[in-house]
């Protein structure tokens, strides 16, 4: 369960919100407010006003794994897999068991070819998969991505969708530019002017949304 | 006015970019996934990078300006209005077109992606150069600015317009189709023959085609609208 009471940050403002679906898309146009909702809900930043509980425990109190919009601004370390063995590392997990998950999430972001590439030298959807591999190396209970999807092609999407499913997180906070992304998920918020305009599943609020060009591409089509 | 690149050969550690072609005038579309080299094409094209064997020859083209994938990289300045300003624009004309009004004292980095995106499209198009390269256009733009910025391309009416993108839901009006593969980039022709070719080419258009829709009908800037017409 993800609770929001009161929040006031920046433009955001959510009076009141609980959601219980596991895989939440957070959809709406540019500078409404999406990326602020997530740096809170993350314990990124503290909120100046109100409330957010994931599965009873403040932010801070829970394991997140984030992925951020600028993946030149979150990678911290020269090579790629020092970057995934970061999380590990720093929580004192044994070496033997750091380079193990490591691999593992390498393997399931499709990476393994890059792990002794230099940061520097991968394309920019290549950064963000290893945004995403060290995100999940420590099993996350919450899995938050801000428009990780925005630097791949259709096909690495697809991967990442499938690695996001599989991914043991309780929740997955997910926004995307992407309606065809976006309808795949349980539970979607459509943010405008710091708002929570619509909230529901994919249905019901795409239903409200049809008039507009946020209505996904291939429901569209196949209608 | 066209831009060759001949034998074009490009290495670092394991991967090797080559290429063979000529962008004429018009809109040129670079699709290809992740890695495959879009960026690092761009960056030869725009001499950035030097090969390390072939060459990048321009006729006629006296300006080119290239689009960096990530908006942050272009900021040099302290507010928006004097990032517009050196770009060599008039602020207030780049930010209405940007649809940044009222943020001119903002910092960029206050902006979030989307806007500074909007920011950094506004000022590469409106310096109209003869080459205008853009890397990854559309990424982090909601529709609406996707929309928006399509028919600011358009409206170029000269000069060589190529785009790098693996964008599938809104596209604009393209004449000519490449992809890039491992590093090697393949010419596709032009549109609207060169669809069917179109190994990158976004799922509704692929549903169009397998529906039975013929290509030479199909426009990329309204196939959606197209398609959905069909099956009204």
Not at chain 1, 1 to 10: A, D, K, N, W
Not at chain 1, 44 to 59: D, K, N, S, Y
Not at chain 1, 183 to 191: G, K, N, Q, S, T
Not at chain 2, 46 to 70: C, D, I, K, M, Y
């Amino acid at each position: 369960m993800i609770r929001i009471t009161g929040l006031r940050h920046r433009l955001v403002d959510i009076p009141d919100l609980a959601v219980d679906a596991r895989h939440i898309a957070v959809i709406g146009p540019n500078g409404s407010g999406k990326t602020t909702l997530l740096a809170v809900c993350s314990g990124i930043e503290e909120p100046c006003a109100g409330t957010v509980r994931l599965l009873g425990r403040p932010p801070s109190a829970v394991k997140v794994g984030w992925v951020g919009e600028f993946p030149d601004r979150t990678l911290l370390f020269s090579r790629v897999y020092d970057e995934i063995a970061s999380t590990p590392r720093f929580r004192h997990h044994p070496c033997r068991e750091t380079d193990e998950r490591v691999k593992a999430a390498a393997g399931t972001v499709g990476i393994t070819h890059l792990l002794d590439a230099k940061v520097s030298a991968l394309s920019g959807g290549e950064k963000a998969l290893v945004a995403l591999a060290a995100a999940c190396v420590d099993d996350p209970e919450v899995l938050i991505l801000d428009e990780a999807d925005s630097h791949l092609d259709g096909v690495t999407a697809e991967r990442v969708g499938r690695v996001v499913r599989e991914s043991t997180a309780a929740h997955v906070l997910w926004c995307t530019q992407s309606m065809d992304t976006a309808a795949e998920a349980d539970y979607v918020l459509f943010m405008e002017d710091g708002l929570v305009r619509h909230h529901g599943t994919p249905e019901e609020v795409f239903a409200r949304l049809e008039e507009t060009c946020f209505y996904p591409t291939m429901w569209r089509v196949r209608r | 006015m066209r831009v060759d690149i001949k034998d074009l050969l490009f290495s670092r550690g394991s991967f090797t970019l080559r290429g063979s072609g000529t962008f004429d005038a018009g809109v040129h579309l670079v699709s290809g996934p992740v890695g495959s080299g879009k960026s690092t094409l761009a960056l030869l094209l725009a001499e950035l990078l030097r090969p390390g064997s072939g060459a990048v020859r321009r006729h006629g083209v006296s300006s080119a300006l290239l689009l960096l994938q990530f908006p942050e990289h272009h900021i040099t300045c302290p507010t928006v209005a004097q990032e517009a300003g050196s770009w060599g624009l008039a602020p207030e004309d780049v930010l209405a077109r940007a649809d940044l009004a009222g943020r001119a004292d903002d910092d960029p980095f206050h902006l979030s992606r989307g806007e500074l995106k909007r920011l950094t499209l506004a000022c590469t198009v409106m310096r109209n150069p003869d080459l205008l390269m853009l890397d990854e256009p559309f990424s982090s733009l909601d529709c609406t600015a996707k929309r928006k910025a399509c028919r600011m391309i358009e409206e170029r009416d000269e000069g060589i317009t190529i785009i790098f993108s693996h964008e599938r839901a809104v596209l604009p009006r393209v004449d000519t189709l490449w992809e890039m593969e491992g590093g090697t980039l393949t010419a596709c022709g032009s549109v609207p023959r060169a669809i069917p070719r179109w190994r990158h080419a976004p799922p509704y258009l692929r549903y169009a085609l397998e529906e039975g829709a013929r290509p030479e009908n199909i426009r990329l800037q309204d196939a959606r609208e197209a398609v959905c017409r069909t099956h009204g």
